[in-house]
């Protein structure tokens, strides 16, 4: 298997990404092409932050060691349970890690399927960081969920990322965030511009749509629904949980008796299986914009996808 030149890889790029849906395998692939080609990981998942919350958020770490060796990773365990961690801090502390990785002299790669926090890095969005407005948000507490959707929207007309009306919180900070953006100057960060290689993996709908059943009914094997319990023994408030959504949303609400076992394992089996779609149609919004992603078979065996994520870079590099 032929593996490039790192130094010839940065003559042209100085990112390599690999994004997909949930259960689409892509931290394993990553894992293995960081093994190859001396790299080192940049977690692209908003919920795998946080300490504690590990099933709900398929850090699978095992991943992370390849044939005895264990692959460097960043991003991931650096918040504490029931912070709300946001694209600012995100794209800051991106940065930081990315800069010790060049540092080093090893091959920044960026794994994972949270498509803002990806097209952040990869489009240069500048962003301001906006502090809580108690007094904001208790006159919007006082409104109901549409009237905040609708107040969102007409702030905010192209409503991309819809985890944003996924709970009244998020709404409230979704207004805020725009609000503050209103009345305050963007100024450009000082961060590098990045010039990524980017490969998307991706199943046929209904091969992805079995792997995540296959998924959520493992996790719940393996005790997804204890590690909940646990995070609300350790103080969490529920309502912090639901926010993080998906797994926490549902066990949660099960926890504290709103539904019962079968009904939230269903529910949550949907809810994930609409959030895939809502990744692949976040991937599809960056290629609209000018993002491209070079797309691998989901199907193809393990081995054939490396060969030919390494092909096409080889292609790129020296054809």
Same mark, same amino acid.
Not at 59 to 73: A, C, E, H, S
Not at 121 to 148: A, F
Not at 293 to 304: A, D, K, R, S, V
């Given at each position: 298997?032929? /593996?490039?030149?790192?130094?010839?890889?940065?003559?042209?790029?100085?990112?390599? /990404?690999?994004?997909?849906?949930?259960?689409?395998?892509?931290?394993?692939?990553?894992?293995?092409?960081?093994?190859?080609?001396?790299?080192?990981?940049?977690?692209?998942?908003?919920?795998?932050?946080y300490i504690g919350m590990d099933?709900?958020?398929?850090?699978?770490?095992?991943?992370?060691?390849?044939?005895?060796?264990?692959?460097? !990773?960043? &991003?991931?365990?650096?918040?504490?349970?029931?912070?709300?961690?946001?694209?600012?801090?995100?794209?800051?502390?991106?940065?930081?890690? !990315?800069? @010790?990785?060049?540092?080093?002299? @090893?091959?920044?790669?960026?794994?994972?399927?949270?498509?803002? %926090?990806?097209?952040?890095?990869?489009?240069? %969005?500048?962003?301001? $960081?906006?502090?809580?407005?108690?007094?904001?948000?208790?006159?919007?507490?006082? +409104?109901?969920?549409?009237? &905040?959707?609708?107040? &969102?929207?007409?702030?905010?007309?192209?409503?991309?990322? +819809?985890?944003?009306?996924?709970?009244?919180?998020?709404? =409230?900070?979704?207004?805020?965030? $725009?609000?503050? !953006?209103?009345?305050?100057?963007?100024?450009?960060?000082?961060?590098?511009?990045?010039?990524?290689?980017?490969?998307?993996?991706?199943?046929?709908?209904?091969?992805?749509?079995?792997?995540?059943?296959?998924?959520?009914?493992?996790?719940?094997?393996?005790?997804?629904?204890?590690?909940? $319990?646990?995070?609300?023994?350790?103080? =969490?408030?529920?309502?912090?949980?639901?926010?993080?959504?998906?797994?926490?949303?549902?066990?949660?609400?099960?926890?504290?008796?709103?539904?019962? !076992?079968?009904?939230?394992?269903?529910?949550?089996?949907?809810?994930i299986h609409r959030f895939m779609?809502?990744?692949?149609?976040?991937?599809?919004?960056?290629?609209?914009?000018?993002?491209?992603?070079?797309?691998?078979?989901?199907?193809?065996?393990?081995?054939?996808?490396?060969?030919? =994520?390494?092909?096409?870079?080889?292609?790129?590099?020296?054809?």
């Open positions: 298997m032929e /593996v490039f030149d790192k130094s010839d890889f940065f003559r042209k790029y100085n990112l390599l /990404v690999l994004l997909g849906p949930t259960a689409s395998g892509k931290t394993a692939l990553a894992a293995h092409l960081a093994y190859l080609l001396d790299g080192e990981i940049l977690s692209a998942d908003s919920r795998q932050v099933l709900g958020t398929g850090k699978d770490l095992d991943d992370y060691v390849v044939n005895g060796r264990k692959i460097p !990773y960043h &991003l991931i365990d650096i918040v504490p349970a029931g912070y709300k961690y946001n694209l600012f801090e995100y794209q800051r502390d991106f940065f930081a890690a !990315y800069q @010790k990785i060049i540092d080093r002299g @090893k091959l920044p790669i960026m794994c994972g399927g949270t498509g803002l %926090y990806i097209d952040a890095i990869v489009r240069n %969005y500048r962003l301001l $960081e906006v502090p809580e407005n108690p007094q904001l948000r208790q006159q919007l507490s006082q +409104k109901s969920m549409d009237e &905040l959707i609708q107040m &969102l929207k007409s702030l905010k007309p192209k409503l991309h990322n +819809k985890t944003d009306i996924d709970t009244k919180k998020r709404v =409230i900070r979704a207004i805020e965030i $725009e609000l503050y !953006y209103k009345e305050h100057p963007l100024k450009q960060p000082n961060y590098p511009q990045i010039n990524a290689l980017i490969f998307g993996v991706k199943y046929q709908r209904q091969n992805q749509r079995q792997r995540i059943t296959e998924r959520l009914h493992k996790r719940l094997e393996q005790g997804m629904v204890q590690e909940v $319990e646990r995070l609300l023994k350790q103080g =969490i408030k529920p309502e912090d949980l639901i926010y993080y959504g998906l797994e926490y949303k549902y066990i949660t609400l099960y926890l504290t008796g709103q539904m019962d !076992y079968q009904t939230m394992v269903k529910k949550l089996e949907t809810a779609k809502r990744q692949m149609t976040w991937f599809r919004y960056m290629e609209r914009n000018g993002v491209k992603i070079n797309w691998i078979q989901g199907e193809l065996p393990f081995e054939q996808k490396v060969k030919q =994520i390494l092909q096409i870079i080889n292609s790129l590099l020296y054809s």
